[in-house]
C-alpha cells in the first residue's frame, strides 16, 4: 500500500516506479478516485459545519420565544444529505484503497531494471560446486533407489506434487529444521515463534497476498487461508500495533509446513520435491526501523547464507531485477544452491526488503523516542531456509558412489551420531 499524500505530491516518480515494474501509469486513475473522495468527503463536514451553526442559531430563537422550525427542518434535512455523502465518501475510499491495493511495491534504486530472471545481477558466491568421480543422480533418484522418497503412494493419498519421506529422509528432513531453528535463534537473535498456519483474510491481505494472488492460495471451506509462509503469521503479530521506537527491531523465526498451489506453475518441476503444495521452511521476519531496514536486509541474507556455509554448500547470492521481485517486496536477494543432479543453481532462500508496504496494510506503527507522532516501521522476511530444498540439496551434493548419502557434520548431532544414509542399494 502507498501514502496517497506522497502519490498527489510524487504522481511521476510514482508511475516512474511502476513503469520499472513494467506497468502502465497508475497516477492519474488513483488521483482521480482520490479527488471524487475527498471532494465528497469535504462536502459533508461542510454540511456538518453548517448544521453546528444551525443548530446555535435554534438554541437562540428558543431563547427569544421565537419560532425555530424551518431551522429544525433544514437540519433535518442537512443530516439526511450529510449521511448520504458520508456513506458515499466510504465507497469511494473503499474504491481508492481496492485500486491501490493490486498495484506492487516500487523498487528501491538499486535494483536493476528487466522483464524476467536473464537480468538478475549476481551479487556472489560461495563455495565451488562439487566434482563427483561418477554421474551424480538428482534427488528423486537417490531417494526412491534407498526406498525413503514415495512420490506413487503420496499421489495415491493426495495426488500430484506430494511425497510421504521415511525413516532417515524423515529423520534428516526434522534434522535440518532444528539445525536452522537453534542456529537462528541461539546465534543470530531471532525468537521462535509457534504461529497459526490457517489465517483470516486480513493477515493474507496484510502481507500483500490478498487479493491479486488468491489463486496461489488454499482456502478452507470456513475461510480461513492456509498459509504459503509463516511471513503471514509472523509479519501480522504487529498488525494494528504501535510499537515504541527502543522495541526495534523484533526478529521472528518460525518452522511450520507451507502450502501453494502452484497455480501458475503448470508443467514446472513436475519431477521430485522442487516445487510441491506442501513443504516445510523456516522462516525470518524482521520488523524494522525505517532507517535501518536496508542494514537488516543485509544481516538477514547473511543470517540464511550462514546455513548453506555450514552445511558445506556452495550457492550464490542474486540481486533480483525489478521483473523478478515478488508483489510487496522494494528489494530482494535470492540465494541458489548448487544441485549437481540438475548442474545448476535452484533458489533456497528469498531475503526481501518490503519497506513500509506492508506495514501501511496492516497498519503497524512505532511511536519515536524522540518527536511526536507514529511513523510505519519496514517490514522484512526471508527463508532461513526451505527445509525441502535444504533436503534436496544435501541428498545431491553428499551423494555417493554405492548409492549412500553422507550426512553432513552441522546434521550429525540432530541425526544420533548417523554417518551415512542408504548404502549398497
Known amino acids: 500500500m502507498f501514502d496517497l499524500k506522497w502519490i498527489r505530491d510524487n504522481p511521476a516518480a510514482f508511475d516512474k516506479g511502476l513503469a520499472r515494474r513494467g ?3 497508475q497516477s492519474p486513475e488513483i488521483l482521480a478516485l482520490d479527488k471524487a473522495w475527498r471532494e465528497t468527503q469535504t462536502e459533508a463536514e461542510r454540511i456538518q459545519a453548517e448544521r453546528n451553526r444551525l443548530s446555535k442559531e435554534i438554541g437562540s430563537a428558543k431563547a427569544k420565544g421565537q419560532d425555530a422550525g424551518a431551522i429544525l427542518r433544514e437540519v433535518a434535512a442537512s443530516k439526511d444529505r450529510q449521511s448520504v455523502l458520508e456513506s458515499e465518501a466510504a465507497t469511494r475510499y473503499r474504491a481508492v484503497e481496492a485500486a491501490l491495493a493490486g498495484i506492487p511495491n516500487i523498487p ?3 535494483v536493476p531494471d528487466g522483464s524476467d530472471a536473464a537480468a538478475n ?3 556472489r558466491r560461495h563455495g565451488a560446486p562439487a566434482n563427483f568421480a561418477f554421474k551424480p543422480k538428482d534427488h528423486a533418484e537417490i531417494g526412491e533407489r534407498i526406498g525413503l522418497m514415495d512420490f506413487a503412494r503420496a499421489s495415491k493419498i493426495s495426488g500430484a506434487r506430494f511425497v510421504v519421506l521415511r525413516g532417515q529422509l524423515a529423520r534428516l528432513e526434522r534434522a535440518l529444521a532444528q539445525f536452522m531453528i537453534d542456529t537462528h535463534t541461539r546465534e543470530f537473535g531471532y525468537t521462535e515463534v509457534s504461529p ?19 489463486e496461489d492460495l488454499f482456502r478452507t471451506t470456513t475461510g480461513l487461508w492456509l498459509i504459503p509462509t509463516a511471513e503471514v503469521s509472523l509479519t501480522n503479530l504487529v498488525a494494528d500495533e504501535i510499537l515504541e521506537e527502543k522495541q ?16 501458475g506453475a503448470a508443467g514446472k518441476d513436475t519431477r521430485g520435491m522442487i516445487r510441491q503444495h506442501q513443504f516445510y521452511k523456516v522462516e525470518l521476519v524482521s520488523i524494522a526501523h525505517p532507517d535501518r531496514s536496508a542494514e537488516e536486509h543485509e544481516r538477514m541474507t547473511n543470517c540464511a547464507e550462514e546455513i548453506l556455509k555450514r552445511l558445506g554448500l556452495a550457492y550464490r547470492v542474486m540481486l533480483l531485477c525489478t ?3 515478488g508483489f510487496a517486496s522494494r528489494k530482494t536477494y535470492d540465494i541458489e544452491v548448487w544441485l549437481p543432479g540438475q548442474s545448476a ?11 513500509d508496504f506492508q506495514a501501511r496494510r496492516m497498519k503497524a506503527r512505532f511511536r519515536p523516542a524522540e518527536g511526536k507522532g507514529t511513523r510505519f516501521v519496514h517490514t522484512l522476511n526471508g527463508s532461513g531456509l526451505a527445509v525441502g530444498r535444504t533436503l534436496i540439496a544435501v541428498l545431491e551434493n553428499y551423494q555417493q558412489s554405492d548409492g549412500a548419502v553422507a550426512v553432513p557434520d552441522a546434521l550429525k548431532p540432530y541425526m544420533g551420531g548417523l554417518e551415512v544414509i542408504g548404502g549398497d542399494v
Open 323 to 325: 521483473g523478478d521481485m
Open 121 to 123: 545481477r549476481e551479487v
Open 345 to 355: 543453481y535452484r533458489e533456497i532462500s528469498s531475503c526481501s526488503n518490503c519497506g
Open 196 to 214: 497459526p498456519i490457517l489465517v483470516r483474510d486480513e493477515a493474507v491481505y496484510g502481507t500483500g497476498s490478498l487479493p491479486k494472488f488468491a
Open 108 to 110: 528501491a534504486d538499486d
Open 23 to 25: 506497468l502502465a501509469a
Open 248 to 263: 526495534l527491531p523484533l526478529r521472528f523465526t518460525a518452522w511450520t509446513p507451507c502450502f501453494r498451489s502452484e497455480a
